[in-house]
C-alpha cells in the first residue's frame, strides 16, 4: 500500500532511492531524482498555490527533528497551500513514472536496457 508522500522510482534511470521532494520555503514543489543519492537530476514540478506569508512549517522534511518550527515532518504540517502543492508535485512524478512502467520502458521512450546508440 502506498502513502500520500511514496514516490515511484525515476521514469528515466529507474532509481528508487533517489526520488526527493524539494521546496524552497515557499509554496512550490518539485520531485526531484536526486543526484546526491545517486539519481539522474530528472524533475517534475507541482503547482504553486497562493497563500499568506508563512513564517513556520514551511519547508518538508520528513528527517526533520521533532517540535521543529521551520521544517514539516509529514505533509499534514504543512500549511494548506504548501500541502496542495506538494502532493501536485507528487502527483506529477507518479504520473510520469507510471507511464514508463506501462510502456514497459523509460519516460523518454527508449528501453530502460536499451544502450546508447542503438
Given at each position: 500500500?502506498?502513502?500520500?508522500t511514496d514516490l ?22 518539485w520531485v526531484s ?42 505533509l499534514g504540517e ?41
Amino acid at each position: 500500500m502506498t502513502t500520500e508522500t511514496d514516490l515511484l522510482p525515476c521514469p528515466f534511470c529507474g532509481s528508487a532511492d533517489a526520488p526527493r521532494l524539494e521546496n524552497t520555503h515557499t509554496a512550490s514543489f518539485w520531485v526531484s531524482c536526486s543526484e546526491e543519492y545517486g539519481g539522474c537530476g530528472a524533475q517534475a514540478s507541482g503547482q504553486f498555490f497562493p497563500g499568506p506569508s508563512r513564517l513556520t512549517r514551511f519547508c518538508y522534511d520528513p528527517e526533520a527533528p521533532e517540535g521543529s518550527t521551520f521544517y514539516a515532518r509529514t505533509l499534514g504540517e504543512l500549511h494548506p497551500e504548501y500541502r496542495r502543492s506538494a502532493k501536485s508535485a507528487i502527483a506529477a512524478w507518479n504520473r510520469r513514472a507510471n507511464v514508463a512502467q506501462q510502456q514497459g520502458g523509460r519516460a523518454d521512450g527508449f528501453a530502460a536496457n536499451r544502450q546508447k546508440g542503438e
